[in-house]
C-alpha cells in the first residue's frame, strides 16, 4: 500500500515560512487588483452615464421630439430586454422542474424494478396476486403512481393497474404501445449487452439500473403524462438471469393538478397549467411527445411587472412635456435600476445555487459538473488528473470545545488557502461540513501529481489561526488517479472516499492513495462494524477481570475491566481485533458506556477493591463524557474513589485544554485517572505534571525482559524512582514470572498486574475468590 507520507505538523525553517507568507500575500493582491479594476471600470461607467444625462438635458429643450423618443426608446429597449431575460429564467426553471418530476418517478420505479424479489415473482415465476399486492398497489398508493403496467419478455402485457383497480392488461396495446414500444426495445437492447456469464452460474446482469430506465412525455386521452419505463433485474448479481431480453415495469404520472403544484412550487411560479394549443401567451414551456410530436404545452403567470409600469407612464410623458427631462430622468434611472437588479438576481441566484455559503467555494452541484468537463478534457488529450478528498481531523471536537464560531473560521481560512494554492485550471469544492474535493488535471506525469499533493497538504495546515488563535490542525487526504484508478468521476470518488477511510484508520494527518486491495478491507471493517452494532442489541459483549495486587503480592486490591466479544461464530474475540475499528466510529461511546456501566455494577459486589476502566480518545473527547460517568456514579451509589479511568498518551496528545479541563472535573468528582503504557510513546513528563495523574502503569513490554535484558531492568526502576518522586502510584503490567515480580518487589513498586498473579476472570469467578479471601498465591495456583 502506498503513503504519500505527508507530516503535516513537521517544523519548517524561516525561508519555508517566508515563501509561503510571499505566496499568500501574491495571492491577496493579485485579489485585490482585480477588485481594483472592477472599481475602475464601474465608476467609468457610472462617469460616462452622467455625462450622457447632462447632454440629454441641455439637448432636450431644442430637439425635445428627438430627446424624448430616444428617452422612451431606452427605456422600452431595456424594459423588454429585462422581460425576455426573465422569461428565460422561468421557461428554464419550469423545464427543470419537469425533468425533476421524470428523475423521480424513474427513482421511485427503481425501488420496485431491481428487485431480486421482483424478478422471481415477475419475471421467474409470474404470479399476478403478486404483481398485484406488492408491486402495482404499493407503486400507486405510495407514490401516486395513476398505471402500473407489467411487460414479459416478448413486450406482451402480463398485467395492468389503473387508478386503484386491476385493469385489462390491453389498456397497454391499445393506449400505450404507440408511443412506448421503442422506449421499452431500446431498454431490452441495452439489458442484454449488459449480460456477462459468470463461470459457476450462467448469467448475471452487469449494468447500472440508470442503464436500463427510461422516461418521457406522453399523450393520454389528450393530457400529458410522464411515463417510466424499467427493466426488471435482480439487485444482487448472484442471481443468475437468463440469456433473454427481461421483462418491464411502465408506471405512468398524469400530470395533473398535483404534479403541476409541484412543479410551480419548485420554479417559485404561479398558476402553472395545461394548455393542449400554443397559447397566445410568451409564458409557455412545450411538452415534447415520442416522435418529436408536441402534445400540449406548460403556461404560468408571468411575474415580470415593468413593461406594465411603462404603458402607465406613457401618458405623463405627453402631459408633462415641460417637465420631460425629469421624468426621463426617473424612468431611464428605474429602468437601468431595474436591469442592474435583474443581473445582480440572477448572479446571486446562481452563486447561491451553485457555491457554498460559508466558504465561497462551488458545491458538490457544480464540482460535479466542472470535474466531468476536466476529465473528458483530460481523456481527449491523454492527460492525467488527480481526484483528492479532503477531511480536516477532530473538526467535531473543534466545534465541541471551542465553538462553532471558531470552526466556521477554520473552514473559510483552509478554503482561502486552497483558492490561493490551486492553480485556476483546477477544481475545489467544498461538499459537506469539514469535507473537500480537489481535482488536479492535466498533468503530465504521477510524481507531478504526488507532488502536488503533498505540497497543498502542508500549506493549507501551516500556521492556522481563527481570530488570532492557533489551532494545529491537521487533515486527510484520499486520492485516485485518472485513469489508473477509475474513469468515471462517481468511481474515481468512491475510491477516493476509500483511500480517505485508509488515511483517517492510519492515524490521520496524512494522505493515502487508493489501492485495489482498500476495497476489500473496507468491506470487512463494515461487516465488522456492522456485527458489532448487532452484538450490543444481542448483549454478545462480556467482561472478564484481572486482579491488580501489592508489590509484594499478598493481597487482591484491584481489578481491571476488560471487554470481550461472544461471537457466535468466532468464539472469544479479544478487544484488538474490534475496538480499532469502533473508535473511528459512534459504536466506541455505546462500547465505552456500556463497559463502564457494567464494571460499575460488577464492582459494587466488592467493595473493597478498585476498578481500573480503559477510555479511549473518542470518549474522552464527547461532551457528554464526564456528565455520564457522574450520573452513573449517582444512580449506582458507586464511591468516586473506587473509580480509576485508564487512558494513553494518544488521549492527551490532541485537544490538551480540552481534555485536560475534563480530567479536572473527573478529579473534582472524586474519581482517580491513570496513564495506561505509560513508556511505549511520547513519554512526556509534562504530561505527567500538567495532567496531575494519579498513577502510571508501566508498559507490558519493559517487564516481559527484564530478567534476561538489564536494559529494561535499569528503565523499569527508574520508572518506578520516578513514580515515587512524583508522588504518584505506579503499577506495573504483564508480570508472567516469579524472576520479574521477585524483581518489582526488591525495587519498590507498588502495584502489579500480569498473568503471574491471575489472568483475567468473569466477574462470579473474582468475586467468589475476593469472598473467600484468596489471596494472589492461590490465584497463581489455580492459574
Not at 62 to 84: D, F, K, P, Q, R
Not at 392 to 416: C, M, S, W, Y
Not at 650 to 660: F, I, L, S, Y
Request: one cysteine or more; a negative charge; proline letters at 4%.
Amino acid at each position: 500500500m502506498r503513503n504519500c507520507d505527508v507530516h503535516f505538523l513537521a517544523p519548517s525553517d524561516l525561508r519555508q515560512g517566508v515563501e509561503y507568507r510571499h505566496e499568500m500575500g501574491s495571492a491577496k493582491s493579485a485579489r485585490a487588483g482585480r477588485d481594483d479594476e472592477l472599481t475602475t471600470v464601474l465608476q467609468a461607467s457610472v462617469r460616462f452615464r452622467r455625462r450622457q444625462a447632462f447632454w440629454y438635458f441641455a439637448f432636450l429643450f431644442t430637439v425635445v421630439i428627438v430627446a424624448l423618443a430616444g428617452a422612451i426608446g431606452i427605456v422600452i429597449w431595456a424594459v423588454v430586454h429585462s422581460e425576455n431575460e426573465n422569461l428565460k429564467r422561468e421557461t428554464a426553471l419550469v423545464a427543470r422542474a419537469l425533468t425533476q418530476q421524470q428523475s423521480q418517478i424513474v427513482k421511485e420505479l427503481e425501488r420496485f424494478a431491481v428487485s431480486s424479489a421482483t424478478y422471481r415473482n415477475i419475471d421467474t415465476a409470474y404470479s399476478s396476486e403478486w404483481a398485484h399486492a406488492r408491486l402495482a398497489r404499493p407503486i400507486g398508493e405510495i407514490y401516486k403512481h395513476d398505471i402500473v403496467v407489467v411487460l414479459n419478455r416478448r413486450r406482451r402485457p402480463l398485467f395492468a393497474y389503473v387508478d386503484g383497480f386491476v385493469w385489462l392488461p390491453s389498456v397497454y396495446t391499445t393506449k400505450l404501445a404507440d408511443q412506448l414500444d421503442d422506449a421499452v426495445a431500446e431498454i431490452q437492447t441495452a439489458y442484454r449487452a449488459n449480460l456477462v456469464s459468470r463461470q459457476n452460474y450462467g448469467f448475471a446482469y452487469d449494468g447500472s439500473p440508470a442503464d436500463v430506465a427510461q422516461s418521457r412525455l406522453i399523450s393520454l386521452d389528450g393530457a400529458p403524462s410522464i411515463a417510466a419505463v424499467f427493466a426488471i433485474v435482480p439487485e444482487l448479481d448472484q442471481v443468475e438471469v437468463r440469456d433473454d431480453d427481461p421483462s418491464v415495469i411502465v408506471s405512468i404520472r398524469h400530470v395533473d393538478d398535483t404534479l403541476l403544484a409541484d412543479i410551480a412550487g419548485y420554479a417559485q411560479l404561479r398558476d402553472v397549467t395545461f394548455s393542449p394549443v400554443k397559447p397566445e401567451r410568451p409564458e409557455r414551456l412545450e411538452l415534447g411527445g415520442p416522435k418529436g410530436i408536441a402534445i400540449g404545452y406548460l403556461t404560468w403567470a408571468p411575474t415580470g411587472g415593468a413593461l406594465g409600469l411603462l404603458v402607465d407612464l406613457a401618458p405623463a410623458f405627453v402631459l408633462a412635456v415641460l417637465i420631460v427631462l425629469a421624468v426621463t430622468g426617473l424612468i431611464l434611472k428605474r429602468a437601468m435600476r431595474t436591469t442592474d437588479e435583474l443581473t445582480y438576481s440572477e448572479a446571486r441566484a446562481r452563486q447561491s445555487a451553485l457555491h457554498d455559503a460559508l466558504s465561497g467555494l462551488p458545491n458538490r452541484v457544480f464540482f460535479d459538473e466542472l470535474a466531468r468537463k476536466r476529465l473528458d478534457e483530460a481523456a481527449r488529450t491523454s492527460k492525467l488528473a488527480a481526484l483528492i478528498y479532503l477531511d480536516i481531523d477532530h473538526f467535531k471536537d473543534v466545534n465541541d470545545t471551542l465553538g462553532h464560531p471558531v470552526g466556521d473560521g477554520l473552514i473559510r481560512e483552509v478554503a482561502q488557502r486552497l483558492r490561493g494554492h490551486v492553480p485556476g485550471t483546477d477544481v475545489v469544492a467544498r461538499i459537506s461540513g469539514d469535507e473537500f474535493l480537489i481535482l488536479l488535471s492535466g498533468r503530465d506525469s504521477r510524481a507531478a501529481l504526488l507532488n502536488a499533493c503533498t505540497s497543498l497538504s502542508k500549506r493549507i495546515t501551516k500556521d492556522l489561526t481563527v481570530d488570532n488563535m492557533a489551532l494545529p490542525t491537521t487533515v486527510s487526504m484520499g486520492v485516485t488517479f485518472f485513469p489508473d484508478h477509475g474513469t468515471d468521476l462517481t468511481q474515481l470518488l468512491r475510491r477516493a472516499d476509500i483511500a480517505l477511510y485508509q488515511a483517517k484508520d492510519r492515524g490521520r494527518g496524512r494522505c493515502v492513495l487508493f489501492e485495489p486491495h482498500m476495497d476489500e478491507t473496507l468491506k470487512e471493517r463494515r461487516l465488522m462494524e456492522k456485527e458489532m452494532r448487532r452484538a450490543l442489541e444481542r448483549n454478545e459483549f462480556f467482561l472478564r477481570y484481572q486482579p491488580i495486587v501489592t508489590g509484594d503480592g499478598s493481597r487482591i486490591v484491584g481489578a481491571e475491566a476488560l471487554i470481550r466479544w461472544r461471537h457466535p461464530k468466532r468464539g472469544e474475540i479479544l478487544p484488538a481485533a474490534f475496538l480499532p475499528i469502533a473508535e473511528g466510529t459512534d459504536l466506541m461511546w455505546s462500547i465505552g458506556a456500556w463497559v463502564l456501566r457494567s464494571a460499575l455494577k460488577d464492582a459494587l459486589s466488592w467493595p473493597e477493591l478498585t476498578i481500573a476502566v480503559n477510555v479511549s480518545p473518542s470518549q474522552i473527547r464527547h461532551p457528554d463524557f464526564v456528565p455520564n460517568v457522574s450520573r452513573l456514579l449517582e444512580e449506582l451509589g458507586f464511591p468516586a474513589s473506587r473509580l480509576e479511568l485508564e487512558i494513553t498518551e494518544a488521549a492527551v496528545m490532541d485537544h490538551t485544554d480540552a481534555v485536560k479541563s475534563k480530567l479536572d472535573e473527573l478529579h473534582d468528582l472524586g474519581v482517580r485517572i491513570a496513564l495506561d503504557d505509560f513508556g511505549t510513546g511520547y513519554s512526556s513528563l509534562s504530561y505527567l505534571r500538567q495532567f496531575q495523574f494519579d498513577k502510571f502503569k508501566i508498559d507490558r513490554s519493559f517487564v516481559m525482559n527484564l530478567e534476561h535484558e538489564a536494559e529494561s531492568a535499569a528503565i523499569v526502576e527508574a520508572l518506578v524512582n520516578l513514580a515515587d518522586a512524583l508522588g504518584m502510584a505506579v503499577t506495573a503490567e504483564g508480570i508472567e514470572a516469579r524472576e520479574q515480580h521477585d524483581f518489582l518487589k526488591e525495587i519498590g513498586c507498588e502495584f502489579l498486574q500480569g498473568f503471574y498473579f491471575g489472568k483475567p476472570m468473569l466477574a462470579g469467578e473474582l468475586g467468589q475468590r475476593v469472598l473467600a479471601g484468596e489471596g494472589p498465591s492461590r490465584l497463581i495456583a489455580k492459574g
